[in-house]
C-alpha cells in the first residue's frame, strides 16, 4: 500500500523511480506474500511512503532531501530509509538542512536507517554519521563486509548487500 507519494524532483505525486533502488528497497520491505511471485518482504503488511529524492543518475540535493525527510515526519512515518549518500568529504556543516530535519525526526520518534556508504571508505558518511541514524553497512553471500561498503566505528548494523568479500587490509568492520 502506497501512502502519501511525492516526487521532490517533479514535484508531482507521481514519485516514479527512473533509478530503480528505491523500488527494490520498497520490494524488500513491503512485498506481498503468498502471491506466487517471488519473496515475502520483511514487513509485507507495511504501507509505503514513495518519495523521490534523487535523479535518474542518483543524484540530488541537499534541500530536496531535507524537504522529504521534514514531509514523511509531518505525515507521520515510522521508518525513514535513506539509501542514499554524501561524498565522504562532506560534513555536518555543510549540509544543515539535512541533519536538522534528521534530527526534527528523532524527535518526533522516527526511526531513520541511512546507508553507510558504498564508496569502500572506512568511514560511515552523512546522512548514516548523524548520531540519531542507524548506519547499515553490507555484507556479501559469504557474510563478510561487501567490497563496495564503507564501515568504521560508526556503522551500526550490517545488512546482506551482495558483492564481492572486502579485503578488510586497513578498514574497522
Known amino acids: 500500500t502506497f501512502i502519501h507519494p511525492w516526487d521532490f524532483i517533479q514535484r508531482d505525486s507521481h514519485p516514479n523511480d527512473v533509478y530503480g533502488h528505491g523500488t527494490h528497497v520498497a520490494g524488500t520491505i513491503a512485498q506481498t506474500t503468498n502471491n506466487g511471485i517471488g519473496t515475502a518482504g520483511i514487513a509485507y503488511n507495511a504501507k509505503i511512503m514513495p518519495l523521490r529524492v534523487l535523479d535518474s543518475r542518483g543524484e540530488g540535493d541537499s534541500a530536496a532531501i531535507a524537504r522529504a525527510i ?30 536538522s530535519a534528521l534530527h526534527l525526526a528523532h524527535r518526533r520518534g ?3 536507517v541511512a546507508a553507510a556508504g558504498n564508496q569502500t571508505d572506512i568511514t560511515v558518511v552523512y546522512p548514516a ?14 557474510g563478510c563486509q561487501a567490497d563496495y561498503s564503507n564501515g568504521g566505528r560508526d556503522l551500526d548494523v550490517a545488512a546482506p548487500g551482495g558483492g564481492v568479500d572486502a579485503p578488510n587490509t586497513d578498514s574497522v568492520w
Not at 70 to 95: G, K, Q, T
Not at 129 to 142: I, L
Open 110 to 112: 522516527v526511526f531513520v
Open 129 to 142: 554519521r548523524v548520531k540519531s541514524v542507524v548506519a547499515v553497512g553490507a555484507t556479501t553471500d559469504d
Open 70 to 99: 521534514r514531509y514523511a515526519v509531518r505525515y507521520h512515518a515510522d521508518v525513514i530509509n535513506l539509501s542514499l549518500e554524501f561524498p565522504a568529504e562532506v560534513r555536518s556543516a555543510e549540509i544543515p538542512d539535512v541533519v
